[in-house]
Each structure stands twice: as structure tokens, then as C-alpha cells.
């Protein structure tokens, strides 16, 4: 099993920025993506942002490309959501998760979650 858990989370004014961090534990070897998924208030939840554990590939949803940006760090077995010129539409709780393959299936592991608002 994985163990993720988000932290940096928090209350922003439009067009601040904020970091999340995600930090895994536990099979880490099991891991070959990483991704950031996001739900807002009576909205399904969104994919965000993808990466490979291993390799420089990442993926982001269109609504956040230019504006946020998905890294991690190997060797502190922790991924980052660098998130900058963020918008109330940003408002969400934001999840981690990690996969086996880029579809984030059933086995798929996730963390508890981290709230993010951005007022206006």
C-alpha cells in the first residue's frame, strides 16, 4: 500500500500563489504516476496534473496549463502542485494520488485532501 499525505493548502487572494505538497510513504516502488486531482463544491472531481515517478513526462488538465506546475522529489518520495495566478474557479479540495498507470483506476492510492480558496 501507499500512504499519501497533502499539506499547503490554504486561503489566497486571485492571482496569489500556493505549493502543495504531497508526501508518500510505504510501497513507494509501486508507484508510477503521480497525480493531483481537484473537487469543488457540487462539481465531480477533476483531474489537474499527472507526472511519472520515474521520467520526465507530465500531463495537465487545459483549464491549468501555463498557470500550475506538477514536480517531485525522489529522494523525499514527494510530489509538489506548484500552483501561481490562481483563480476563485481554482477553489477546490485538492487530492493526491498515485498509480499504477496513467488512468488512476481502482488501485489507485489517494491522500485526505487539502483545501484550497481563492477569493476575489
Known amino acids: 500500500q501507499v500512504q499519501l499525505v497533502e499539506s499547503g493548502g490554504g486561503l489566497v487572494h486571485a492571482g496569489g500563489s500556493l505549493r502543495l505538497s504531497c508526501a508518500a510513504s510505504?510501497?513507494?516502488?509501486?508507484?508510477?504516476?503521480m497525480g493531483w486531482f481537484r473537487r469543488a463544491p457540487g462539481k465531480e472531481r477533476e483531474f489537474v496534473a499527472a507526472i511519472a515517478w520515474n521520467g520526465d513526462s507530465t500531463y495537465y488538465a487545459d483549464s491549468v496549463k501555463g498557470r500550475f506546475t506538477i514536480s517531485r522529489d525522489n529522494a523525499k518520495n514527494t510530489g509538489y502542485l506548484q500552483m501561481n495566478s490562481l483563480k476563485p474557479e481554482d477553489t477546490a479540495v485538492y487530492y493526491c494520488?498515485?498509480?499504477?498507470?496513467?488512468?488512476?483506476?481502482?488501485?489507485?492510492?489517494w491522500g485526505q485532501g487539502t483545501q484550497v480558496t481563492v477569493s476575489s
Open positions: 510505504g510501497s513507494i516502488s509501486s508507484i508510477y504516476v
Open positions: 494520488a498515485s498509480g499504477k498507470t496513467w488512468v488512476f483506476g481502482d488501485d489507485a492510492y
